[in-house]
């Protein structure tokens, strides 16, 4: 035998007015719909097409199934620019991820991606709803984008990258600094990747894309050019150091620095100031010790002179370290401190990727 469950009275008008409303919702959804798309008047020789569909049910209202159904179809059309950027799209690509201090994969390429794609975004505001249409509890969206405009937009935007790219490259009335040209170059390359992930999307949609100016070995020689020209001074003062010294020396070399003897002309100074300090027994009568490196990059003074070590006079990265260590004797816990040092510099975002990235990095990051 069932039992009757009876709602109190002043409940009553709250469940009316909450079905009402509800009802209302679904009617002025309903009302917006534009009903299913006449396909004859988009072909798709002069537009781009996405489709979008969302299921209403209990959880998720139409209004919300509606929208959804239109994020999706814009989507689509988003989707239909993707293009994979990696080492295989571009000689330039590992150079360029110099940068960021990494060394392969997609990191190589999210510089250029986080450029790339504001750019697309900002051409991809001319998606338009078309339709809008409901089968059964489903609702459909239809958005379409004229290919002339998208054209005209990415090659506008190839225009400006040229722009900048030949002014990084030969500065009317500038003369830089080797740093300054280093920079300079390393950007032009990563403004060449995005150049070209911004033709590839702009042969999408059928443009004419004009030829380069800068060609991608041209501008790896000038890269190299100005590395040579921007040599890295690496000095570490500390017990212990010369280790600490190769490691940084080896690990700005597998980026493509070049790192001259002591006494060599420089255009940078890594300075390192390395300390590690006894701490005494600690529990279970291990031995423990501190280490704390700090380091700097500038930019050298007399660069060029040969008359002796380099003068920092403008800072570039300012950067720390610090660990403690533990072993069974005092010796051996100075020795695991210099060992973790040497590590930090080496690791894929250790101190040699930063002082990498803070020596190509244009003020103001890119």
């Known amino acids: ?129 078309v339709a809008t249409w409901r089968e059964g509890r489903t609702y459909n969206a239809m958005a379409v984008m004229d290919r002339v405009r998208v054209a005209d937009g990415f090659l506008a935007s190839i225009a400006q990258t040229d722009r900048e790219i030949a002014e990084l490259v030969a500065p009317a009335g500038r003369v830089d600094s080797p740093v300054g040209r280093l920079r300079a170059i390393n950007r032009a390359m990563l403004l060449s990747v995005v150049r070209k992930v911004q033709a590839r999307k702009a042969q999408l949609v059928g443009a004419t894309v004009p030829d380069v100016r800068f060609s991608e070995s041209a501008l790896l020689q000038m890269f190299d050019d100005a590395m040579k020209a921007a040599p890295v001074e690496v000095r570490v003062r500390g017990d212990g150091c010369d280790e600490i010294r190769a490691a940084l020396a080896s690990g700005l070399s597998a980026r493509g620095f070049r790192v001259p003897d ?3 002309p420089a255009a940078m100074v890594v300075d390192v100031d390395w300390t590690a300090a006894r701490q005494g027994v600690g529990p279970q009568g291990f031995e423990y010790a501190t280490w704390t490196m700090t380091l700097s990059v500038s930019e050298a003074g007399d660069a060029g002179s040969g008359n002796g070590p380099a003068t920092a006079v403008v800072n570039l990265l300012t950067a720390s370290r610090s660990g403690r260590e533990g072993h069974r004797t005092p010796e051996g816990a100075i020795r695991r401190c210099v060992l973790a040092a040497v590590a930090e510099i080496g690791s894929g975002r250790g101190l040699a990727s930063q002082v990498a990235a803070g020596i190509l990095s244009l003020p103001g990051g890119q």
């Open 262 to 264: 002591r006494g060599e």
């Open 1 to 129: 035998m069932s039992t009757l469950k009876w709602v109190p009275v002043h409940v009553v008008p709250v469940l009316v007015v909450a079905c009402l409303v509800s009802s209302l919702a679904a009617a002025q959804t309903e009302g917006s719909l534009t009903g299913a798309p006449d396909r004859g008047r988009y072909p798709e020789s002069r537009y781009i097409i996405g489709y979008g569909a969302f299921e209403s049910t209990g959880a998720v209202s139409a209004d919300q199934a509606l929208q959804s159904a239109r994020d999706k179809a814009r989507a689509e059309i988003a989707s239909f620019f993707s293009v994979r950027i990696d080492s295989s799209f571009s000689s330039l690509v590992s150079h360029v991820s110099l940068t960021r201090g990494e060394a392969s994969g997609a990191a190589e390429s999210s510089n250029v991606q986080d450029i790339t794609r504001t750019q697309t975004s900002e051409v991809l505001e001319g998606v338009e709803i």
